[in-house]
């Protein structure tokens, strides 16, 4: 696998007359990540899509798509990206076979022996001869993913590839990215509002907010919480007991009775403490956990509740 990222982004920014949309990203994405593009609506993060597959105009900075830059070497770069921006487009009334023959026809160097690959790859043998106007969305969203991935690029771009799917689809969908990063070494770049499903999808994810890059980490870092005090959650009886003894102890924070426990936050260094007066005082206790944040959680925390879209 080779060291040079897939995808570069340097200083890029994008300005609509005195309004700047993008200001000053800066990441890289290597090869066989699936990364997450987060923000709440009017980020920037569709914008950001659209210039990286040179469909607007960038005011400043630099993208660069295996090592080719995508404003001065627009051929070399972009032959190494598949897209989907929005929704697949396709002809309905052809077969979803005929709709990748349209395309391959396009595209030089695409065999027959690709075409059914592909189609085998996302699982749509069984129906790859019927007419689209007959496909389920999923089934259109995975044919745009065979369409989008028939070149052999390095570089898929999905934005907001979930639209519309149920949750079985939605998993398929996931299954699906999962696999291509094994099997073919794809880099994917997807952006979507479903903060849940981008926490089993993504192995890094970027938050922007106000067209400005927020931060940059794993998804495990992200659900972290960056406090010293954590949440935790002690099973102990008698309840009540426990309750009124933690409530007098220091740094214990916001004691609660929920239904697995007691709910607390506190230092981690604390814990062994906690554990020894409430044993002197003759509570049981049964166990203790601490309660790891959702990716959602820290997105609203650090965005300070702003709506994803």
Same mark, same amino acid.
């Given at each position: 696998?080779?060291?040079?990222?897939?995808?570069?982004?340097?200083?890029?920014?994008?300005?609509?007359?005195?309004?700047?949309?993008?200001?000053?990203?800066?990441?890289?994405?290597?090869?066989?990540?699936?990364?997450?593009?987060?923000?709440?609506?009017?980020?920037?993060?569709?914008?950001?899509?659209?210039?990286?597959?040179?469909?607007?105009?960038?005011?400043?900075?630099?993208?660069?798509?295996?090592?080719?830059?995508?404003?001065?070497?627009?051929?070399?770069?972009?032959?190494?990206?598949?897209?989907?921006?929005?929704?697949?487009?396709?002809?309905?009334?052809?077969?979803?076979?005929?709709?990748?023959?349209?395309?391959?026809?396009?595209?030089?160097?695409?065999?027959?022996?690709?075409?059914?690959?592909?189609?085998?790859?996302?699982?749509?043998?069984?129906?790859?001869?019927?007419?689209?106007?007959?496909?389920?969305?999923?089934?259109?969203?995975?044919?745009?993913?065979?369409?989008?991935?028939?070149?052999?690029?390095?570089?898929?771009?999905?934005?907001?590839?979930?639209?519309?799917?149920?949750?079985?689809?939605?998993?398929?969908?996931?299954?699906?990215?999962?696999?291509?990063?094994?099997?073919?070494?794809?880099?994917?770049?997807?952006?979507?509002?479903?903060?849940?499903?981008?926490?089993?999808?993504?192995?890094?994810?970027?938050?922007?907010?106000?067209?400005?890059?927020?931060?940059?980490?794993?998804?495990?870092?992200?659900?972290?919480?960056?406090?010293?005090?954590?949440?935790? %959650?002690? $099973?102990? *009886?008698? !309840?009540?007991?426990? @309750?009124?003894? /933690?409530? +007098?102890? #220091?740094? %214990?924070? $916001?004691? *609660?009775? !929920?239904?697995?426990? @007691?709910?607390? /936050?506190? +230092?981690? #260094?604390?814990?062994?403490?906690?554990?020894?007066?409430?044993?002197? @005082?003759?509570?049981?206790?049964?166990?203790?956990?601490?309660?790891?944040?959702?990716?959602?959680?820290?997105? @609203?925390?650090?965005?300070?509740?702003?709506?994803?879209?």
């Amino acid at each position: 696998m080779s060291n040079e990222p897939v995808l570069s982004l340097r200083q890029l920014t994008k300005r609509i007359g005195r309004t700047t949309i993008i200001d000053n990203l800066t990441f890289d994405v290597p090869q066989g990540e699936i990364f997450g593009f987060l923000g709440p609506n009017g980020a920037g993060k569709t914008t950001t899509i659209r210039m990286m597959v040179g469909l607007m105009s960038i005011t400043e900075g630099e993208i660069f798509i295996k090592g080719k830059n995508i404003k001065s070497e627009f051929e070399q770069a972009i032959r190494h990206v598949g897209a989907i921006v929005e929704n697949p487009e396709m002809y309905k009334y052809l077969s979803g076979y005929h709709n990748l023959v349209h395309y391959a026809r396009m595209v030089p160097g695409v065999t027959k022996e690709r075409i059914d690959e592909v189609v085998s790859l996302v699982k749509l043998d069984n129906r790859i001869r019927d007419k689209v106007k007959k496909y389920s969305l999923g089934m259109r969203q995975r044919l745009g993913v065979a369409q989008a991935l028939l070149h052999r690029p390095s570089l898929l771009i999905l934005d907001e590839p979930t639209n519309g799917l149920d949750p079985a689809g939605i998993r398929e969908l996931r299954d699906y990215l999962r696999l291509l990063t094994r099997t073919e070494g794809i880099t994917v770049i997807v952006s979507s509002h479903l903060l849940s499903e981008m926490e089993l999808m993504c192995d890094r994810v970027a938050i922007l907010q106000q067209g400005k890059l927020v931060d940059v980490k794993p998804i495990q870092e992200f659900v972290q919480s960056a406090d010293l005090a954590q949440t935790y %959650v002690i $099973e102990a *009886k008698p !309840v009540e007991r426990a @309750l009124d003894a /933690m409530k +007098e102890m #220091e740094d %214990v924070m $916001e004691v *609660k009775a !929920v239904p697995e426990g @007691l709910e607390f /936050m506190t +230092e981690k #260094e604390r814990i062994p403490d906690i554990l020894s007066e409430l044993m002197r @005082l003759d509570v049981r206790v049964y166990g203790v956990q601490a309660q790891r944040q959702s990716l959602e959680d820290r997105f @609203l925390e650090i965005t300070g509740g702003g709506r994803i879209g």
